[in-house]
């Protein structure tokens, strides 16, 4: 029976948002990685620990008042002082809905906010259409002297086409002190991180700013009609890997892998084939058309046709043919024929 309450948004991609934001996250020399959960947080702590991420040193933290960016980062203080230490060092700050970031952006955020000696860089982008979006305000002398919310910007302001992404890097020794000068003297009464911005360059710190190369990068989802477009883009990109490591698919545009799926060399998909969750594809094997397979294993040359299967293996020369429903569980031996006939359906 169909629920008549709609999922959130977060839970309608194949993948959990927050996944593809860890993966830009991935730096060199990372102490340790910091989840700040709110609203469904039991669903994204198992999204997670479902994931290749789960071997990996993460923590997480609840945000059990909604009181603001800022305040999202002030319950994670005490895990990063503590991974930290008196060592210092930098702390990255990303959104968990901005899934086109790249990793290649956020390690060229690091590089200038170490060369420029910054107490805090952002992350920021050039746009036509700045609606909705909070404003870079720069001094004269070129560094970022606060961020203006749109909600509480001037008419002047708003015409400000360079954009707050919500990215940024702070010096993990400031970040403290200078949350505890952040107040809810706003529109929506919060505490916004981005008065960090105007906090320490008041504080006489070095604050910048760096543009991305591509906007689209920054894109936040907050409908279904963004979410669909930048799931448009994550195939796309994911798809391209593939092809250029060697895989074959017959119709790009309308073949859907998912970001945790392994492919091998000389694979072939074709068109409508959908691979979903953690997925294993072995060399030589071709799967589709229209083929429905999620948490599947499939050994070397196997055939599996327009195929639905769940929690499968299929094991190396297989045939499994179009038309066929494999329950979860089923093992699929190696050379073995499965037809229609003879599916193990639910």
């Given at each position: 029976?169909?629920?008549?309450?709609?999922?959130?948004?977060?839970?309608?991609?194949?993948r959990?948002?927050?996944?593809?934001?860890?993966?830009?996250?991935?730096?060199?020399?990372?102490?340790?990685?910091?989840?700040?959960?709110?609203?469904?947080?039991?669903?994204?702590?198992?999204?997670?620990?479902?994931?290749?991420?789960?071997?990996?040193?993460?923590?997480?933290v609840?945000?059990?008042?909604?009181?603001g960016?800022?305040?999202?980062?002030?319950?994670?203080?005490?895990?990063?002082?503590?991974?930290?230490?008196?060592?210092d060092?930098?702390?990255?700050?990303?959104?968990?809905?901005?899934?086109?970031?790249?990793?290649?952006?956020?390690?060229?955020?690091?590089?200038?906010?170490?060369?420029?000696?910054?107490?805090?860089?952002?992350?920021?982008?050039?746009?036509?259409?700045?609606?909705?979006?909070?404003?870079?305000?720069?001094?004269?002398?070129?560094?970022?002297?606060?961020?203006?919310?749109?909600?509480?910007?001037?008419?002047?302001?708003?015409?400000?086409?360079?954009?707050?992404?919500?990215?940024?890097?702070?010096?993990?020794?400031?970040?403290?002190?200078?949350?505890?000068?952040?107040?809810?003297?706003?529109?929506?009464?919060?505490?916004?991180?981005?008065?960090?911005?105007?906090?320490?360059?008041?504080?006489?710190?070095?604050?910048?700013?760096?543009?991305?190369?591509?906007?689209?990068?920054?894109?936040?989802?907050?409908?279904?009609?963004?979410?669909?477009?930048?799931?448009?883009?994550?195939?796309?990109r994911?798809?391209?890997?593939?092809?250029?490591?060697?895989?074959?698919?017959?119709?790009?545009?309308?073949?859907?892998?998912?970001?945790?799926?392994?492919?091998?060399?000389?694979?072939?998909?074709?068109?409508?084939?959908?691979?979903?969750?953690h997925?294993?594809?072995?060399?030589?094997?071709?799967?589709?058309?229209?083929a429905?397979?999620?948490?599947?294993?499939?050994?070397?040359?196997?055939?599996?046709?327009?195929?639905?299967?769940?929690?499968?293996?299929?094991?190396?020369?297989?045939r499994?043919?179009?038309?066929v429903?494999?329950?979860?569980?089923?093992?699929?031996?190696?050379?073995?024929?499965?037809?229609?006939?003879?599916?193990?359906?639910?």
């Amino acid at each position: 029976m169909r629920s008549s309450r709609p999922k959130p948004l977060h839970q309608l991609c194949g993948r959990a948002m927050v996944l593809y934001v860890l993966d830009a996250a991935a730096q060199e020399n990372v102490r340790a990685t910091v989840v700040v959960v709110g609203h469904d947080a039991n669903w994204v702590e198992k999204e997670i620990a479902e994931s290749t991420y789960a071997a990996r040193r993460l923590t997480f933290v609840e945000q059990n008042e909604q009181l603001g960016t800022g305040h999202a980062v002030a319950v994670a203080l005490p895990v990063l002082d503590e991974a930290i230490g008196d060592t210092d060092g930098d702390v990255v700050i990303l959104p968990g809905d901005t899934p086109l970031l790249r990793r290649s952006s956020v390690a060229r955020l690091l590089a200038v906010h170490r060369e420029t000696n910054a107490a805090l860089s952002v992350l920021g982008a050039r746009v036509d259409e700045p609606t909705g979006y909070g404003r870079l305000i720069h001094a004269k002398d070129g560094t970022l002297e606060r961020i203006v919310e749109e909600r509480d910007a001037s008419a002047a302001e708003r015409r400000i086409k360079e954009i707050n992404t919500s990215i940024m890097v702070v010096r993990q020794s400031l970040l403290g002190p200078a949350l505890r000068r952040v107040d809810r003297q706003n529109a929506q009464h919060e505490y916004y991180l981005t008065d960090l911005v105007g906090v320490l360059h008041d504080m006489g710190h070095v604050t910048g700013s760096l543009m991305l190369d591509d906007a689209s990068e920054a894109a936040g989802v907050n409908d279904r009609l963004q979410l669909s477009r930048v799931e448009q883009v994550l195939r796309t990109r994911i798809n391209e890997q593939w092809l250029s490591r060697g895989v074959t698919m017959w119709n790009p545009a309308v073949t859907y892998v998912d970001a945790d799926v392994e492919l091998a060399a000389d694979v072939s998909l074709l068109p409508g084939t959908i691979l979903r969750g953690h997925c294993r594809i072995a060399r030589g094997a071709r799967v589709g058309p229209n083929a429905i397979l999620r948490d599947v294993e499939v050994g070397e040359n196997a055939y599996v046709g327009s195929v639905e299967a769940t929690r499968v293996r299929i094991g190396a020369e297989a045939r499994v043919s179009s038309f066929v429903v494999l329950s979860p569980g089923a093992d699929v031996a190696m050379s073995e024929i499965v037809t229609p006939l003879s599916q193990r359906s639910h």
